[in-house]
């Protein structure tokens, strides 16, 4: 049996798909938590909507890369890849950085706090 | 003259015993030396050791760095009033007797801030280590624009002043070329003297690995470029 759909349907993108709308489910429910506003709500579900269309649209790569110079689709989306992984392992690190010294000043202010003297 | 003497250790206690024996605790014109020992969260004897001497004791609940021991050290000097203050390494690198000579630069009023350099008699330190300490000394004239022999060493002296406006916000290994950073910004007046290095079978056993000169790289550079 074979269906016909109306664009190509890869392992790849079921997987994406699913990711998506996993990761959707979370913003779903930050918002009924009230973590997130009404607003951020729209962001975030514009944004994850945005990119589960994107997933299906055919020849967005080539013009995402025509759009950045960079020739071929395969190359923009690694391009990007590559852009993003820096990105958030820069957040990352800042924030070890920043739990690094609270943790630090914590200890100092014990250390403070409980002085010695023989 | 109240002179603090601030001695970072971390499970050092094999040679901090005789580190605080041999330290000077009277010197000519100068009322008070006092040890300020950081036990940076040693899991050893070394706290027990340093308590049996009269010596003011810091302890850090859990091991932060030796950055984070000096911040400790100093701070505690600066808000208890003294004149001078000095770092001295728990491990028993540096000669006790040399205490005298390296704080004449601010005890005569020539210098803020001294570093006792090891590389002026360098003998008996091992050729890596120079090289590692070269290195560093290059980086840290870029990035912080002080010429040092020595950008390594943990014989270090301060004036009342520079305490006052250094800020010392460093974590790990990366304070000794960090310090310097506060000695550009400040524009504090810098000295160096001469100090022996000791290198033991302890400390060579102990001492820095080699890795450890990328990881100090990179915080200096998130410290001068990203914080
Ligand atoms: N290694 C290490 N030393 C610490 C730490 N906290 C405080 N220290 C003290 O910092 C001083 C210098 O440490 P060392 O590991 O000897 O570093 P170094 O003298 O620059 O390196 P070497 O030339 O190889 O001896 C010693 O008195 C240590 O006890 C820490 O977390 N790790
Ligand atoms: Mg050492």
């Known amino acids: ?118 | 003259m109240k002179i603090a003497v601030v001695i970072p250790a971390f499970n050092e206690e094999r040679v901090i015993g005789s580190v605080l024996k041999q330290l000077p605790r009277k010197l000519p014109g100068i009322e008070t030396i006092d040890m300020i020992v950081v036990n940076d969260g040693s899991t050893d004897a070394t706290e027990n050791i340093a308590k049996t001497f009269d010596v003011v004791v810091l302890r850090h609940v859990i091991n932060r760095g030796l950055g984070a021991t000096l911040g400790t050290g100093l701070a505690y000097a600066r808000d208890h009033g003294y004149d001078l203050v000095v770092t001295f390494d728990a491990d028993g690198q540096h000669d006790p007797a040399e205490l005298k000579d390296v704080i004449q630069p601010v005890l005569q009023g020539r210098a803020e801030v001294v570093v006792g350099t090891r590389l002026k008699k360098p003998d008996g330190m091992p050729w890596h280590r120079r090289i590692g300490i070269w290195a560093f000394n290059l980086i840290t004239f870029v990035l912080f624009g002080v010429w040092t022999t020595d950008s390594q060493s943990g014989l270090r002296v301060f004036s009342r002043r520079a305490l006052e406006q250094m800020e010392i916000d460093f974590q790990g290994m990366e304070v000794s070329s960090g310090l310097f950073s506060e000695i550009g910004r400040l524009k504090l007046r810098y000295v160096e003297v001469p100090i022996q290095a000791i290198y033991t079978d302890y400390s060579l056993a102990k001492g820095q690995r080699p890795g450890n000169g990328f990881s100090i790289l990179f915080r200096l550079l998130w410290h001068k470029f990203v914080k």
């Open chain 1, 1 to 118: 049996m074979s269906v016909e759909l109306p664009f190509p349907l890869t392992p790849f993108k079921v997987i994406l798909s699913i990711f998506v709308i996993f990761t959707w489910t979370r913003v779903l429910k930050r918002y009924h938590e009230r973590t997130f506003t009404i607003g951020e709500f729209l962001v975030w579900t514009l944004l994850w909507g945005g990119g589960v269309v994107a997933i299906y649209i055919p020849g967005k790569t080539d013009f995402i890369a025509r759009l950045l110079g960079v020739g071929r689709g395969a190359d923009a989306i690694f391009t990007l890849s590559i852009l993003t992984l820096f990105y958030i392992i820069y957040r990352l690190y800042a924030q070890i950085y920043a739990l690094r010294r609270d943790v630090t000043k914590l200890v100092q202010r014990l250390a403070r706090e409980r002085t010695e003297r023989m």
